[in-house]
């Protein structure tokens, strides 16, 4: 028997290759090649990432690199994405987000220490 087909990988296409992007679509957040380096996240690479989220006293969400044992953070997947039912949560009521479409979070920093809101 010979097997001539090849599966191939398909590079998904960057909508914004300039900017730090995160993407929510059903509670899932995806992050874009340009916010997983200003994370400082290995591109690609399961379970080695990790971010948490919270916000400040001006009631701005912020996303963090920080990991300390009594924050609540998630794992970013090999196909860089997370999920979190409270960061959905709180970025619907503060932007009153349309669930049907895909929404785009441009990322800024805010501090040279990694911390992005």
């Known amino acids: 028997m010979i097997f001539t087909t090849v599966k191939k990988r398909v590079e998904k296409e960057e909508l914004f290759p300039n900017d730090a992007?995160?993407?929510?679509?059903?509670?899932?957040?995806?992050?874009?090649?340009?916010?997983?380096?200003?994370?400082?996240?290995?591109?690609?690479?399961?379970?080695?990432?990790?971010?948490?989220?919270?916000?400040?006293?001006?009631?701005n969400i912020i996303l963090s690199t920080m990991d300390t044992k009594d924050m609540y953070t998630n794992n970013v997947t090999a196909k860089n994405d997370f999920s979190s039912?409270?960061?959905?949560?709180?970025?619907?009521?503060?932007?009153?987000?349309?669930?049907?479409?895909?929404?785009h979070f441009q990322l800024t920093i805010i501090e040279d220490d990694g911390t992005y809101k």
Request: aromatic fraction near 8%; proline fraction near 2%.
């Open 21 to 59: 992007v995160m993407t929510l679509v059903d509670n899932k957040f995806s992050l874009n090649k340009k916010a997983m380096e200003l994370f400082g996240f290995p591109s690609n690479t399961a379970n080695t990432s990790k971010i948490a989220n919270g916000y400040d006293e001006n009631n």
């Open 85 to 103: 039912q409270l960061l959905a949560t709180r970025l619907s009521k503060q932007f009153k987000l349309d669930t049907i479409l895909d929404n």
